[in-house]
């Protein structure tokens, strides 16, 4: 099965803080906050276009929405001071749970 996700990184500024607060919460359930409106996300092209739509509700016309698109060399000479987790390095593609 080909993995179509990829890194994104999404950049926003909202003017208003009550939508400033659902586009954080909203993003927040896709990705990992970089920085304070900066998110790192890897969806497919469903996902991404499933999260426009779902921003899209929330942000006016004086909100602004940058989605950046990164490929696996991009991504893999992404520099930060405090990473937590490589960016080159694509999560498991599946969880091992064990139950009772």
């Known amino acids: 099965m080909h993995d179509s996700k990829r890194w994104?990184?999404?950049?926003?500024?909202?003017?208003?803080?009550?939508?400033?607060?659902?586009?954080?919460?909203?993003?927040?359930?896709?990705?990992?906050?970089?920085?304070?409106?900066?998110?790192?996300?890897?969806?497919?092209?469903?996902?991404?276009?499933?999260?426009?739509?779902?921003?899209?509700?929330?942000?006016?016309?004086?909100d602004d929405l940058l989605i950046i698109d990164l490929c696996p060399g991009c991504a893999g000479r992404v520099i930060t001071t405090n990473e937590q987790e490589a960016w080159n390095e694509p999560p498991p593609s599946f969880a091992v749970v064990l139950g009772r």
């Open 8 to 62: 994104r990184l999404i950049c926003y500024d909202i003017r208003d803080p009550e939508r400033y607060r659902r586009a954080h919460k909203r993003i927040k359930g896709y990705g990992d906050r970089v920085q304070y409106s900066i998110f790192r996300c890897r969806l497919d092209d469903r996902q991404i276009a499933q999260l426009r739509a779902e921003l899209a509700k929330i942000f006016t016309a004086e």
